[in-house]
């Protein structure tokens, strides 16, 4: 069985998408990874699993921004969810928790971009795994993940 990280690897590198790998200590956070790789909180896909109903759905949203309870249950039209516990984001994922990735695609979850993510031509985003970022261009992420651009995010 391959690893999240090398499914996303060969994802990228089968659809000839350009894009820089940074490898440095293992980070849990969005503050960490800024650290880790020099950038803006703003530039990183933070991604997160999120339990809705009977299914999981990946809301990715810069890291500067939190959440939006009100407008993610609005948009989705449910009154109930929760963020995944370590074992949903193993069984689900495939990797531990704070090592999200963005491209739920792989996997088969439906992924809600906020919009101001967009805004960035270049994001920087987790792939599995705690010791490596990702840099890759936005208009390349959408192209090969398909997202829905909707507005899920507050300061």
């Known amino acids: 069985m391959t690893s999240p990280y090398e499914e996303i690897i060969s994802l990228l590198e089968t659809n000839n998408v350009a894009h820089r790998e940074t490898r440095h200590a293992p980070v849990y956070t969005v503050e960490q990874a800024a650290k880790a790789t020099g950038v803006r909180p703003s530039q990183i896909a933070k991604s997160l699993l999120l ?16 959440l939006s309870s009100t407008k993610l249950k609005s948009l ?32 088969g979850l439906p992924v809600y971009a906020d919009n101001s993510l967009s805004k960035n031509e270049v994001i920087f985003c987790n792939p599995g795994s705690h010791d490596r970022t990702l840099e890759l261009k936005w208009r390349d992420f959408y192209t090969l993940v398909k997202p829905k651009i909707v507005n899920i995010s507050e300061k």
Not at 81 to 103: D, L, R, T, W
């Open 76 to 107: 989705l039209k449910t009154g109930e969810f929760h963020f995944a516990n370590a074992e949903e984001v193993k069984s689900q994922m495939g990797c531990e928790i704070g090592a999200c990735y963005p491209f739920g695609n792989l996997i």
């Open 51 to 66: 339990k809705c109903g009977s299914g999981f759905i990946l809301a990715v949203l810069p890291g500067d921004k939190r």
